[in-house]
């Protein structure tokens, strides 16, 4: 007998995902929304949406979903959870938005050690603008500010958030996984899981950040920006479990 | 016997499911869908090599991949 064994999750809708062809943001909305069904939490579920290429992922998911302004992200998760502490917050932002705008927030929100998760999708450019310099983009990195690639002279190095957060008592799992491969996106969906079970625990502060493609903006075909993950991303943003 | 269907109206022709697939079952169209893109389509002679394995459906990220097995 013939049984359907995988389909799109009931946590997403039928829209058409705007994003550009190979783009790690759709693995990653998937993933989301998979956990979600599995948790059985699709009723409890608020989340927030960043500013980036991921501005309008409230089309695409089937739970309440509210925007914050650029980088603001956590603290519009903060002031939901305190209200709302039986409902299941998680932000789901990007490199700009986290890592450049929004570090202050982040910061603080895992100081506070505020019950709440964050996905972090890094890609190293500004995907929504046009492919500007991000500060995770990596040392040599071509991108439309940097013609002749980051100069760390010049643009600093990239930023390590994952690292920084680690070393706060606040927050309580932090893990890097990447998108290129069946076998990445997999333990994606195993890390997504834990962070989401650490907050129904009321553990704390989790975060997942997740290595992921931006073909149009690294100039490269869909599966040649899957090899630069795990042959060239890996080395400045080395995956696995930092704290937790 | 497994199987794969693919959504062509949502295929963005990225290709990650081609080079994903351990069987190679799974190739460029020359079709285009409405968006005016060039989707993947099945290999009618390697078909029936599919073993359900979802590696295609995992990596695509426009979700338009259901596998039965």
Known sequence: MEKLIFKKPEAMTDAVMHYCAGCGHGIVHRLVAEVIDELGIREKVVAVAPVGCAVIAYDYWNFDVTEAAHGRTPAVATGIKRVLPDKVIFTYQGDGDLAAIGTSEIIHSANRAENITVIFVNNGVYGMTGGQMAPTTTVGQKTATTKAGRNIRRDGFPIKISEMLAVLEGTTYIERTAVSSPKEIIKTKKAIKKAFGIQIKNEGFSMVEILATCPTYWGQSSQDACTRIEKELVKTYPLGVLKG | ?69
Not at chain 2, 1 to 21: F, S
Not at chain 2, 25 to 44: C, D, E, P, W
Request: charged share 25%; hydrophobic share 40%; with cysteine.
């Open chain 2, 1 to 69: 016997m497994a199987r794969i269907k693919i959504d062509k109206e949502k295929c963005k022709g990225c290709m990650l499911c081609v080079n994903v697939c351990p069987k190679g079952i799974i190739a460029m169209s020359v079709k285009l869908n409405k968006k005016g893109v060039h989707t993947v389509g099945l290999n009618r002679a390697a078909r029936e090599k599919c073993t359900g394995c979802a590696f295609c459906a995992i990596i695509c990220p426009d979700v338009c991949i259901e596998v039965y097995r």
